[in-house]
């Protein structure tokens, strides 16, 4: 129990980070014995995961070392004629910090060397986000289910809408909010890309392997103007190789026999609705998988790969299974051929497999859900990193993935028959389905410009451009574009011309159906929006205070290529998901009746919206920060933050543009199946008021042919 409060008292005490890193800087300052800077310092920086980076203290004694992945096996080395050489060892770097290090060299000679192991800081009196980081050895050891959403459930101030107990909540997100914020404005970044669902705003685009972070961060406020929008920010930070080979594996087994029963009231009062049921309980649970890495030039170029599945088996609440399985491949590789440059491929891919999701009293077969691609959902990054100088630094990046996926009833996932409905047992048999691609490309080139000695202080200058393109489409609909509901064990139309509603069922032994016809999405989009940014910020310090002043401006809008919709097919078609539709309809309705629907309710097509048409949304976003180091040695430090936020478009406002009308449409028939033939008739068709006894009217009756 003390190790617990031990570790989660550390995580509160962790450093602020900026929202869309994987790195981390070292800021040092060389004096001697006298406190006097030392400039002309000859500078190494020594790490498992780099190679040595040679640099030389300025005429302040200010020396950098910029976008270090996260480690705490970095060495400093210095060396200056008329002083012993000192090497620095024990040096942590963490993602979004800043290890500031004051350095003293001793009198004598070259030839004398000092070792000595670094004390870090713990606090970086130059950040003010709010925020939480958990490092690999935090992740490993605390005794929580290997999920992010628990990570956020941990966070402070984060509420998150499920418990997750042993895992029998695994396989699908869980909904979270922080500060009273608008969960559409959340953030998912992955190293350093963002990766948002552009459709399902503020949503991850897939699930991932846990042994694969080497940090994982969450900011709840305060953000760096290098984000966007105003929510909560989950940064996760892959592991990669180094000069060491690595090898790690893993088999976690969480099986049904060491799950306690519940008790109480509330369980008693569900356990009488679904008897040896009541809550979600856990079948099986494997989480297994290898990762390994090393160099493939020693201090030049490293690689890193990793694969991993979770297999999770639970029992729902009604006692309807719930099954998945999250398949996750990663692979990195890092140049570094010149000490100056850092080069950095990157792609992960994270599938996901379910049936029964959303199962439930009414629909015990659930959905099946499965993703766009054969491997899962691709995330890929190029990066590139050159530090020009000591005073010049510039990161280009370039990132894409697509977490397209689909959802199909679980009863019938080939969609071979018409959707019904038992109304007096509220029990469906098939259901809707839909399938939809979220492709995300986004670019950023970012500098950081320092200067040392300007108006009397050291400045951090940081000046971005970034572009994105969020985009989606889809398809969708019921089998055959319709389904009816049966069996109705209350009033629905007035039968016998009374002027009541009747039961149809009970009193005439007749079982009316509810007969819908849908105009489903053929093809939906591509729709998508346009994302141009720029930011600028100064972080500028004078002795014990910090002054960091940013904006950031947003340009946004939408478009969308139109929608295809349609009602009634004339013709076989071998379109995806749509190969049934055409058999389906000749059985149900029949040529007659088909032809009939078609003339009063025809397909429809919208056309074109471009980005011309729609209104951009423009964001100014000025950024405050201020701190103050009261003690002095960066242990007691006072923060201030301000920040107006713009929020992020998703992929869809044009959709609410479209022109022309027909989406969204149904048409409703009271079916009479009086011969019994499973095909509807002429004279066996009705409308009528729901809402009213007015009589119900024979199709024929109405003049719509």
Not at 590 to 601: D, K, L, Q
Not at 679 to 691: G, I, M, R
Request: hydrophobic share 35%; net charge negative.
């Amino acid at each position: 129990m003390k190790k617990l409060f031990a570790i989660l008292f550390a995580i509160l005490l962790v450093s602020p980070l900026v929202a869309q890193q994987q790195t981390g800087n070292i800021y040092g300052k060389i004096v001697d014995e006298d406190g006097i800077p030392l400039p002309g310092v000859a500078v190494t920086l020594f790490g498992t995961k780099i190679a040595p980076i040679p640099m030389t203290s300025s005429s302040e004694g200010i020396f950098r070392f910029l976008s270090l992945y996260p480690s705490k096996g970095y060495a400093i080395k210095l060396e200056l004629d008329g002083f012993k050489t000192k090497t620095e060892t024990g040096i942590i770097v963490a993602v979004g910090k800043n290890t500031e290090l004051v350095l003293t060299m001793e009198v004598g000679t070259l030839e004398e060397e000092v070792t000595v192991v670094a004390v870090s800081p713990v606090i970086d009196t130059k950040k003010t986000a709010i925020s939480t980081t958990l490092n690999y050895e935090l992740l490993q050891s605390v005794p929580i289910v290997r999920d992010p959403w628990v990570i956020l459930q941990m966070t402070p101030a984060i509420q998150v809408d499920r418990e997750n107990v042993g895992g029998n909540e695994s396989g699908q997100q869980s909904a979270y909010v922080a500060l009273g914020g608008n969960g559409n404005n959340d953030t998912w970044t992955m190293d350093g890309i963002n990766i948002t669902d552009p459709a399902a705003m503020g949503a991850s685009p897939g699930y991932y392997d846990y042994d694969t972070f080497e940090e994982v961060n969450v900011t709840i406020g305060g953000a760096d103007v290098e984000q966007q929008s105003g929510g909560v920010s989950i940064n996760l930070v892959t592991r990669r190789g180094e000069n060491r080979v690595s090898f790690a594996g893993r088999f976690y087994y969480t099986e049904n026999y060491f799950q306690a029963e519940p008790h109480g009231a509330t369980y008693e009062e569900i356990e009488k609705i679904f008897p040896g049921y009541g809550y979600n309980k856990i079948r099986d649970i494997k989480d297994y998988g290898f990762n390994i890495g090393g160099p493939l030039l020693k201090d030049k170029i490293w690689w890193w790969g990793s694969y991993g599945i979770q297999d999770i088996k639970i029992a729902m609440i009604n006692g309807s299974n719930d099954d998945t399985v999250l398949t996750n491949y990663v692979g990195k590789l890092n140049l570094q051929i010149i000490p100056e440059n850092r080069l950095e491929l990157f792609i992960h891919s994270a599938s996901k497999l379910k049936w029964g999701r959303s199962s439930g009293s009414s629909y015990p077969a659930g959905y099946n859900q499965h993703g766009k691609y054969h491997f899962g959902s691709p995330i890929i990054k190029i990066q590139d990193e050159h530090m020009f100088g000591d005073s010049l630094f510039v990161s280009a990046k370039y990132g894409f993935f697509d977490g397209g996926f689909g959802l199909w009833p679980g009863d019938d996932e080939e969609l071979t028959r018409i959707r019904t409905y038992d109304v007096a047992n509220v029990l469906c048999s098939s259901n809707a389905w839909f399938f939809s691609g979220r492709p995300f490309k986004n670019f950023t080139l970012h500098g950081i410009y320092y200067k040392d000695n300007f108006l009397g202080g050291s400045h951090e200058i940081k000046i971005g451009f970034e572009f994105a393109d969020r985009r989606d489409e889809w398809t969708s609909g019921y089998a055959g574009n319709m389904r009816y509901n049966f069996n109705y064990n209350f009033p629905t139309v007035d039968w016998d011309g009374d002027g009541t509603r009747d039961i149809m069922r009970d009193k005439f032994g007749i079982d009316l159906r509810l007969l819908h016809l849908y105009s489903s999405t053929w093809q939906g989009g591509p729709e998508g929006c346009y994302n141009w940014s720029g930011f600028l910020s100064d972080t500028a310090s004078w002795g014990r205070m910090t002054i960091k002043l940013g904006i950031r401006y947003d340009y946004q809008v939408s478009f969308t290529k139109g929608m295809d919709s349609r009602v009634i097919l004339f013709e076989d078609t071998e379109k995806t998901w749509w190969e049934n539709y055409y058999e389906i309809q000749q059985k149900v309705l029949g040529p007659s009746v088909s032809n009939a629907i078609s003339g009063i309710f025809p397909e429809s097509k919208i056309p074109e919206v471009k980005t011309s048409d729609t209104i951009p949304w423009i964001s100014l976003s000025p950024r405050l920060g201020l701190t103050y180091d009261i003690s002095g040695d960066g242990r007691t430090i006072a923060k201030l933050s301000g920040a107006h936020y713009g929020a992020r478009m998703s992929s869809w406002p044009a959709y609410l543009w479209q022109r022309g009308g027909g989406w969204g449409q149904y048409l409703h028939f009271w079916w009479n199946d009086a011969n019994g033939d499973e095909q509807t008739q002429f004279n066996e068709l009705y409308w009528a008021d729901y809402s009213t006894s007015l009589k119900s009217h024979g199709y024929n009756n109405l003049n719509t042919k």
